[in-house]
């Protein structure tokens, strides 16, 4: 049961396309195999256990790693922005702050459903402009951050305008 459900969240991780996930999963996979073969050489006694110990450090560090992503949005959370602000302060070419307006009008008038798909539209349009040098986050209840790793003013000007018309398309969908 286990190794189904790691192998669900390894082939997840690798589909969705997250780099630094994948280089530790591999990194883990490879000492899962250094393991058995080790164990092979000497007698194969303990190739059940060291299976099991590799599986339950990789389920460990994957459930671990989970603390980081907003549930809702899917979107890195405020405790993975405060991680990578102290880890790559020095690549950190530029920010930007994105606060949903109207969201309580929005709760209040259509109920928490709404607003949550609203929020869930901002993350999708988000993700959609990341890679690997621009980072988006859910900070806050209705805010986001956008970080810009070295990047230019050029393409920081251009993610932001696409930002923002991919979430004028998604609302006027939305609205139909």
């Known amino acids: 049961l286990y190794m189904f459900q790691i192998l669900y969240y390894v082939w997840k991780r ?5 780099t630094a996930e994948r280089w530790i999963l591999i990194v883990c996979a490879f000492g899962c195999m ?13 190739l059940t256990e060291a299976m099991m110990v590799s599986i339950v450090f990789l389920y460990m560090y994957l ?19 405060y991680d990578d ?3 790559l302060h020095r690549d950190i070419t530029a920010a930007a702050s994105l606060d949903m307006n109207g969201l309580k009008a929005l709760n209040d008038s259509k109920g928490h459903a709404e ?14 402009n990341c890679n ?8 806050g209840g209705d805010e986001f ?9 050029d393409i920081v000007h251009q993610t932001l305008n696409h930002t923002s018309r991919s979430e004028e398309r998604f609302s006027r969908n939305a609205e139909t």
């Open 34 to 46: 250094g393991a058995s073969v080790v164990d092979m050489f000497f007698g194969g006694v303990h």
């Open 63 to 81: 459930r671990s790693h989970d603390n980081y992503l907003d549930p809702l949005t899917s979107l890195r959370n405020r405790f993975a922005f």
């Open 132 to 139: 690997r040098s621009i980072t988006a986050y859910r900070v």
């Open 145 to 153: 951050t956008v970080l810009f790793m070295n990047q230019n003013e």
């Open 115 to 128: 607003g949550d798909h609203a929020l869930t539209v901002i993350g999708k349009c988000l993700s959609t």
């Open 85 to 87: 602000i102290d880890h």
């Open 14 to 18: 690798f589909y969705e396309g997250k």
